[in-house]
């Protein structure tokens, strides 16, 4: 780490010297996601726009770059650097089934997901891969399939394993038609992780390829319990999302809030990985001048970088859901503005 010493010198001839240590920190990306993983070209063109979101689920038979996606090859390749975030969650593929396939000449047969996810009541629960099912190697062929598509991608990824796992076992899990607990669901979700990112760097990935994990960021307990040591040693990035849903709600205590829990709870490991937010936003019916709470959020992340990390890499705007602009070209514009301030630039 650098470090400033300074020296002073009384007229009498005496010293003292103070030293401190400091970071230079690259600038942080600003991003952005459209809602449907459509094509941003045209919202982000002549912005400072660094950062993409997508989504994709394991299921699906073309994850990189995805179906009909040729833009997004074109966007990475110019630059701007990618959350590609693969999920266990069941999508994409029809009706949740078994697959069988060949990828590099290895014909795979994977199972169809036995574990159900996301059981708010009141709710249909969708399926998913299970954590046993990754654990056990019945995925296998499913991360070989990605894998073969990514190494032809021409471009290094950052891989967030999960949208959010504390939405997905926030209501406990069933796998095989046994129940488990939100905390033994995170506790089976960091097994699963551990598994997948292990997988794919013993197979040898692109150069930049990067690895964290997906958090809402909503409730302590579980933040802390997917986020250990043995994990993060695994991880490049943490990762958290960030929501304004209170016209109380200011853009500091947002950015803030998971962090203060990571500082206080979390090991030196994970405090010493930058931040990405997969998603950010303002909800406009609590906060109708969205433009205004976005030209708000530089000056957060700023001083936020300022404090003790972990540090902020890339904040990457969700309009889709909670965030959807609207109206979208003064949204638009307020983003525009926003990346083109410190500590975007």
Request: charged residues 20%.
């Amino acid at each position: 780490m650098p470090r400033v010493t300074v020296t002073v010198r009384d007229s009498a001839g005496q010293t003292t010297s103070a030293a401190a240590d400091y970071t230079v920190l690259p600038p942080v990306l600003g991003g952005y996601y459209l809602a449907g993983n459509a094509d941003p070209t045209a919202d982000i063109s002549g912005g400072n726009f660094r950062s993409l979101t997508q989504y994709r689920s394991f299921a699906d038979a073309n994850i990189f770059p995805g179906y009909n996606k040729p833009w997004l090859i074109t966007l990475g390749r110019s630059g701007i650097q990618m959350n590609m975030v693969l999920e266990l969650k069941y999508y994409g593929a029809g009706d949740p089934r078994a697959q069988t396939f060949t990828v590099d000449g290895v014909r795979y047969t994977v199972p169809a997901p036995t574990m159900t996810i996301q059981q708010r009541p009141g709710t249909t629960w969708p399926r998913a891969y299970g954590y046993g099912q990754v654990t056990s190697g019945q995925c296998d062929g499913l991360f070989a399939r990605a894998l073969s598509q990514y190494r032809t991608l021409g471009f290094g990824v950052n891989i967030q394993l999960a949208s959010e796992l504390d939405t997905d076992n926030e209501f406990g899990t069933t796998e095989d038609g046994r129940a488990y607990t939100w905390a033994q669901s995170d506790a089976r979700a960091v097994r699963a992780v551990t598994y997948i990112v292990d997988w794919f760097r013993d197979k040898g990935l692109p150069s930049g390829s990067t690895f964290s994990v997906g958090s809402g960021g909503f409730n302590r307990a579980s933040f802390t319990r997917t986020h250990p040591e043995s994990l993060m040693s695994r991880l490049d990035y943490l990762q958290w999302n960030v929501y304004a849903t209170s016209a109380s709600d200011t853009a500091l205590a947002r950015f803030r809030r998971t962090k203060d829990w990571a500082v206080a709870d979390l090991g030196p490991v994970a405090l010493s990985r930058r931040v990405i937010v997969a998603e950010w936003g303002a909800r406009v019916a609590e906060i109708p001048d969205q433009a205004a709470w976005i030209a708000t959020v530089p000056a957060a992340i700023a001083r936020l970088n300022a404090e003790r990390g972990p540090f902020f890499a890339r904040t990457n705007y969700f309009n889709s859901g909670w965030g959807t602009l609207s109206p979208k070209a003064p949204g638009l514009a307020a983003l525009r503005a926003a990346y083109a301030r410190p500590p975007y630039v």
